[in-house]
């Protein structure tokens, strides 16, 4: 069972930048590909981006590329997300997700363990 907290969300201006972070406990981290998703009131939950086991391997969805970066640090159990040039339509929360598997997987439902989600609100 893997536990992950998600942190960093906050207000920001439209062109400004976060970074989110996912701590992991109680499992093995590197067995585990991860993944950011948001969801927006109203909306589905969408995919955001996804990392490989070592992270190797990323993919973004088209929204965020060359705006958004996934990394992870194994030694630290964590998984980021760096946020630049951040959008009103943004604005969400947004989840990180856990499934032990060693292809990367970019449908929320492939899934197995969330975090509780941190609340992005970007201002126009």
């Known amino acids: 069972q893997v536990h992950l907290v998600e942190s960093g969300g906050g207000l920001v201006q439209a062109g400004g930048s976060l970074r989110l972070s996912c701590a992991a406990s109680?499992?093995?981290?590197?067995?585990?590909?991860m993944g950011w998703f948001r969801q927006a009131p109203g909306n589905e939950r969408e995919f955001v981006a996804t990392?490989?086991?070592?992270?190797?391997?990323?993919r973004s969805a088209d929204s965020v590329k060359g705006r958004f970066t996934i990394s992870r640090d194994n030694a630290k159990n964590t998984v980021y997300l760096q946020m630049n040039s951040l959008k009103p339509e943004d604005t969400a929360v947004y989840y990180c997700a856990a499934k032990d598997t060693a292809m990367i997987r970019t449908t929320s439902n492939e899934y197995d363990y969330w975090g509780q989600g941190t609340q992005v609100t970007v201002s126009s």
């Open positions: 109680g499992g093995t981290f590197s067995s585990y590909v």
């Open positions: 990392i490989s086991r070592l992270g190797r391997t990323t």
